[in-house]
């Protein structure tokens, strides 16, 4: 009988998504990834113990979890309790947290982040105005918070970054890779996706500017890139990674072309020898449903000769084999399936049955509920 067992799974893990993956110089056991997930339970913008116990509870052998975004800097800051990477204090608060996913085999990458204009007066220093590549505010006001913690406040109308001032969010970026790699992280995300700063230079319906950072396709994409150089110059470009959303228009960011964008964009973070390229979907043009598109990765899959990662709602392990089989991606980046699944990975290697997520409990004050009380397979 205990022979049959170790057979059924044996024969569980073959499948694509649960074989290794060579990724620059890291080994991985399979290809299922922690997606980068805000939970904001970082309190004073400083990563919490609490975050030791979340993050090792997803953590398997061999296997690649990213980070929550993380501050690049005091102006970076769009959402009440996210943590920050640009303080001697936010290093030490992280490397308890790293050790602890190091201590169980996992490599650990850090989202780097700046909201841009995502942002409200009451989150940057001084009430200042937030930064970005225009001074085109939002048009689609909201709330910024999560469930359960909304904030009567719209986001701000933001100030445009002069030339001189996007040298210094350029080396910004660089210091909080220096200070990633110091916590101990494996390596560094630069977040260029979902509307937020980078991705506010890269859309053509958000950059507006005239001079060498606006206008052309090339120019747009010169601030991205002249980070990745920079962070890449500074901790070694097989460890860098970075996410894009050519297709969604998540905070008011879109852009009239994203194949092109997005084939541009694969191209030259190929050329700079990034470790990976994580994409979030066409499918994925809000931020909390799939829809019917005929739109594909596929050129930026064959543009990008690193790891390429895909987001896009993944919650069926059958869906997710399917693109790892099929050649479209190496690695499949998991959201709300890993949140309510520390396990997840043993659950796809058995097949069995998944949790589900309670939306409501994403984003709440506690370092316990709806973070890490879900229960394991084993429970």
């Not at 979902?194 to 206008?215: A, P, S």
Request: with cysteine; aromatic share 10%; net charge negative.
């Amino acid at each position: 009988m205990e022979k049959q067992e170790e057979e059924k799974e044996t024969r569980m893990d073959c499948i694509a998504l649960l074989t290794p993956h060579k990724m620059e110089t890291f080994h991985l056991s399979h290809r299922i990834v922690l997606a980068p997930l805000s939970r904001l339970r970082s309190y004073s913008f400083t990563p919490q113990p609490h975050a030791i116990l979340y993050y090792t509870q997803r953590t398997t052998e061999g296997g690649l979890l990213i980070s929550e975004a993380s501050g690049i800097s005091e102006t970076a800051q769009g959402l009440p309790n996210t943590p920050g990477i640009w303080k001697k204090e936010h290093v030490e608060a992280w490397k308890p947290i790293v050790k602890g996913v190091h201590d169980k085999g996992g490599i650990f990458f850090c989202q780097l982040w700046h909201s841009g204009r995502v942002s409200n007066n009451v989150y940057q220093p001084n009430s200042r105005s937030p930064i970005s590549s225009t001074d085109k505010p939002i048009l689609n006001q909201q709330f910024i918070g999560g469930s359960e913690r909304e904030i009567d406040a719209n986001y701000s109308p933001p100030h445009r970054l002069t030339v001189e001032e996007i040298s210094g969010v350029i080396n910004d970026f660089r210091i909080a890779a220096k200070n990633a790699i110091e916590a101990g992280f494996d390596g560094v995300e630069i977040h260029g996706a979902n509307g937020y700063l980078i991705d506010q230079f890269l859309k053509n319906q958000v950059n507006d500017r005239t001079d060498q950072y606006g206008g052309s396709l090339q120019n747009r994409c010169r601030f991205p890139l002249e980070v990745i150089k920079a962070v890449s110059d500074e901790v070694g470009s097989e460890k860098v990674g970075m996410r894009l959303s050519p297709f969604a228009n998540y905070n008011d960011s879109a852009d009239s072309d994203p194949h092109t964008l997005g084939v541009f964009m694969a191209d030259s973070l190929s050329q700079l020898g990034i470790c990976y390229c994580h994409v979030i979907e066409p499918r994925m043009v809000t931020q909390f449903e799939r829809v019917e598109t005929r739109e594909s990765l596929a050129e930026m899959r064959k543009a990008f000769k690193g790891s390429f990662i895909v987001a896009g709602g993944y919650y069926d392990r059958d869906e997710a084999n399917r693109v790892v089989e099929n050649g479209d991606a190496d690695l499949v980046a998991f959201g709300r399936a890993f949140l309510a699944n520390p396990d997840l990975v043993k659950r796809f290697r058995l097949n069995a049955r998944l949790n589900e997520y309670d939306r409501s409990t994403f984003y709440i004050d506690a370092p316990v509920v709806g973070y890490t009380d879900y229960p394991f397979l084993d429970d």
